[in-house]
């Protein structure tokens, strides 16, 4: 069965950085885009990030522009998002994303991001 398995959250301060990792199994990963999603408290779930098959195109949220950069390593089965410069407002809880056959979300568990000093 399709398995997305976030790592790499956790707590810190303004201005730091973090490497969120989802490892995928369960279906052919150099096939398929991935994205980044985050949902804050009270808010809804937003893209964060995302990246096409062959790791080649990007795309960004705009508060997220020139501070994280998605990649996939496509051997490991895995795709990264690594945050900069981490803001109070990037606190969320971070899912890793794929659609398959067209419409079908697959979710990972989550990975809690928390920044505060």
């Known amino acids: 069965q399709v398995q997305l398995v976030e790592s790499g959250g956790g707590l810190v301060q303004p201005g730091g950085s973090l490497r969120l990792s989802c490892a995928a199994s369960g279906f052919i990963f150099s096939r398929v885009a991935m994205s980044w999603y985050r949902q804050a408290p009270g808010k809804e779930r937003e893209l964060v990030a995302g990246?096409?098959?062959?790791?080649?195109?990007?795309n960004y949220e705009d508060s997220v522009k020139g501070r994280f950069t998605i990649s996939r390593d496509n051997a490991k089965n895995t795709v990264y998002l690594q945050m900069n410069s981490l803001k109070p407002s990037d606190t969320a809880v971070y899912f890793c994303?794929?659609?398959?056959?067209?419409?079908?979300?697959?979710w990972g568990q989550g990975t809690q991001v928390t920044v505060s000093s």
């Open positions: 990246i096409n098959s062959a790791g080649v195109n990007t």
């Open positions: 994303n794929t659609k398959l056959l067209g419409s079908i979300n697959f």
